[in-house]
C-alpha cells in the first residue's frame, strides 16, 4: 500500500513562506491525485490544493494566490510551496493521495501521512 510522509512545516510569521514536501512510497505517483488539506483545532480537515496525474492542479480559494501545489515524479514526492502567510493558515497540514482522479471529499483518499505542523503567528 501507498505509504506518505509529510516534512517541511515550522513556525513562521506573517507574511513568511514555508515549503511542505510529502514523499510517496509503495506506488508511483505518475497516475496518482495527490492533496494537501489542513485540519485547525476545532475545525473539519479541509482540502487545500491538489493535483493531477497530468500536472493540472486545483486550489481552495483562500489560497489561491499564495499557495502553489507541485510534484516530482521521479523523486515520488509532492510539494506545497506556501507564501504570504496569514495566522488562519496555521493547522496541522496533511498529505493524501489515491488512484487516478482528484477528489475533494475526504473520504474519498484512503491513503494520508502523519501531518506537519504549520504555525503562522
Known amino acids: 500500500h501507498v505509504q506518505l510522509v509529510e516534512s517541511g512545516g515550522g513556525s513562521v510569521r506573517t507574511g513568511g513562506s514555508l515549503r511542505l514536501s510529502c514523499a510517496v512510497s509503495?506506488?508511483?505517483?505518475?497516475?496518482?491525485?495527490l492533496a494537501w488539506f489542513r485540519q485547525a483545532p476545532g475545525k473539519e480537515r479541509e482540502g487545500v490544493a491538489d493535483i493531477r496525474g497530468d500536472g493540472r492542479s486545483t486550489y481552495t480559494d483562500s489560497v489561491k494566490g499564495r499557495f502553489t501545489i507541485s510534484k516530482d515524479n521521479a523523486e515520488n514526492t509532492v510539494y506545497l510551496q506556501m507564501t504570504s502567510l496569514i495566522p488562519e493558515d496555521t493547522a496541522m497540514y496533511y498529505c493524501?493521495?489515491?488512484?487516478?482522479?482528484?477528489?475533494?471529499?475526504?473520504?474519498?483518499?484512503?491513503?494520508w501521512g502523519q501531518g506537519t505542523q504549520v504555525t503562522v503567528s
Open positions: 509503495g506506488y508511483s505517483i505518475t497516475t496518482y491525485c
Open positions: 493524501a493521495a489515491r488512484p487516478g482522479a482528484c477528489r475533494w471529499n475526504v473520504g474519498d483518499f484512503n491513503n
